[in-house]
T-cell receptor, first 113, second 111 residues
Framework: NAGVTQTPKFQVLKTGQSMTLQCAQD?????MYWYRQDPGMGLRLIYY???????DKGEVPNGYNVSRLNKREFSLRLESAAPSQTSVYFC????????????FGQGTRLTVV | EDQVTQSPEALRLQEGESSSLNCSYT??????LFWYRQDPGKGPEFLFT???AGEEKEKERLKATLTKKESFLHITAPKPEDSATYLC????????????FGKGTHLIIQP
């Protein structure tokens, strides 16, 4: 069982470059999420998608865009990376919105230099 | 403002030494209190959900409890493999989606 798969696992970008983080889940979940985790800050919600075709902003959406490509896949795009976006990014999915347990991927460690 | 606060930030115990981790929350209309475990370099792994005051759940050496203002994760006779960061989270008030996380408690169990 793969669960939630994120690619890539590690990435180094130069300031101003763009990239897309990919996430796919095989649990037939409706809801998908992108979080970032920074030392001393905990996990913070960037964007979420309650169902295919819908996306909404979370706590820290600035500088990011998302696409819910289909029920399985939810991507996060950085259009012009900044050093402040250096972080570990986690994708998660859950069966029914936020009040059921979420399953997390292994994370993408992104460094912007 | 919705807040989830965990204490202590870090805890070092000897193997077999029981203790408790605290999670206090200020979320209107609580729709669940979640506990996760996170190992270094990994994503959070779900442990428990508690929905109402007085509820308790157990898994091996872990027991989670919930009151109207806080939750406790009790660790009984811990082993070195229980070393991890334990995260507490709750859905934000107002019906918004996702989880509001605490900053976690970094637990080290020494043999």
């Amino acid at each position: 069982n793969a669960g939630v798969t994120q690619t890539p696992k590690f990435q180094v970008l130069k300031t101003g470059q763009s990239m897309t983080l990919q996430c796919a889940q095989d649990m037939n979940h409706n809801s998908m999420y992108w979080y970032r985790q920074d030392p001393g800050m905990g996990l913070r919600l960037i964007y979420y998608s309650a169902s295919e075709g819908t996306t909404d902003k979370g706590e820290v959406p600035n500088g990011y865009n998302v696409s819910r490509l289909n029920k399985r896949e939810f991507s996060l795009r950085l259009e012009s990376a900044a050093p402040s976006q250096t972080s570990v990014y986690f994708c998660a999915s859950s069966d029914r919105r936020g009040w059921t347990e979420a399953f997390f991927g292994q994370g993408t460690r992104l460094t912007v230099v | 403002e919705d807040q989830v606060t965990q204490s202590p930030e870090a805890l070092r115990l000897q193997e077999g030494e029981s203790s408790s981790l605290n999670c206090s929350y200020t979320v209107s209309g609580l729709r669940g209190l979640f506990w996760y475990r996170q190992d270094p370099g990994k994503g959070p792994e779900f442990l428990f959900t508690l929905y109402s005051a007085g509820e308790e759940k157990e898994k091996e050496r872990l027991k989670a409890t919930l009151t109207k203002k806080e939750s406790f994760l009790h660790i009984t006779a811990p082993k070195p493999e229980d070393s991890a960061t334990y995260l507490c989270a709750a859905p934000p008030g107002g019906g918004a989606d996702g989880l509001t996380f605490g900053k976690g408690t970094h637990l080290i169990i020494q043999p």
